[in-house]
């Protein structure tokens, strides 16, 4: 069975302060791990998919890394407006046929004071 | 890129009646979407996965004569909550996986159900 572990569970940043997210995972077989940032009554805004241990991915100031037991979301200089809820998942990266269920962590939320 | 949208994004209903939520996505066809329920400050649950032209399969413990969940084509489904009680009061959430691109899974707006 798939768990995913993200710490810590709130973070308060002061703008600029730049930090990390942790997303530990154990899976079995071939996974995507996906990062997705989710704001208050709002439905979970997609950011990256990691495929293979080392690769990373940047997206203005988010940058995601991944290793075989663990994925970081690096912030570089937060702004108040990246205060929300950052989630990862792992599931099967679809290329063909009926997609399957992604496993959540249970989120960081993410408060950057201005 | 790949867009769901998910209708509506609120509804209030009082207890006994039932509640029809919607799930499109709007350029790309799938095969499978996802339902999820969310309780406050928690991650998201997961109730079923549908697949188009079948029944949806139904995670332990969610009743699926309360939960009706239909997918009748590669674009639409939809969740029937049935005889809503308060306690079926939520964030509701839908997903579609969009096959290729790195799309991942895109997810709906979520509605938020309560049940007075």
């Known amino acids: 069975e798939d768990q995913v572990t993200q710490s810590p569970e709130a973070l308060r940043l002061q703008e600029g302060e730049s930090s990390s997210l942790n997303c530990s995972y154990t899976v079995s077989g071939l996974r995507g791990l996906f990062w997705y940032r989710q704001d208050p009554g709002k439905g979970p805004e997609f950011l990256f998919t990691?495929?293979?241990a080392g690769e990373e991915k940047e997206k203005e100031r988010l940058k995601a890394t991944l290793t075989k037991k663990e994925s970081f979301l690096h912030i570089t200089a937060p702004k108040p407006e990246d205060s929300a809820t950052y989630l990862c998942a792992v599931g099967p990266f679809r290329t063909s046929g009926s997609a399957r269920q992604l496993t959540f962590g249970s989120g960081t939320q993410l408060t950057v004071l201005p | 890129g790949a867009v769901v949208s998910q209708h509506p994004s609120r509804v209030i209903c009082k207890s006994g009646t039932s509640v029809k939520i919607e799930c499109r996505s709007l350029?790309?066809?799938?095969?499978?979407m996802f339902w999820y329920r969310q309780f406050p400050k928690k991650s998201l649950m997961l109730m079923a996965t549908s697949n188009e032209g079948s029944k949806a399969t139904y995670e332990q413990g969610v009743e699926k004569d309360k939960f009706l969940i239909n997918h009748a084509s590669l674009t639409l489904s939809t969740l029937t909550v049935t005889s809503a009680h308060p306690e079926d009061s939520s964030f509701y959430i839908c997903?579609?996986?969009?096959?290729?691109?790195?799309?991942?899974?895109?997810f709906g707006s979520g509605t938020r159900l309560t049940v007075v």
């Open positions: 990691l495929y293979s």
């Open positions: 350029d790309f066809q799938a095969t499978t």
């Open positions: 997903s579609a996986s969009a096959q290729g691109e790195d799309y991942g899974y895109t």
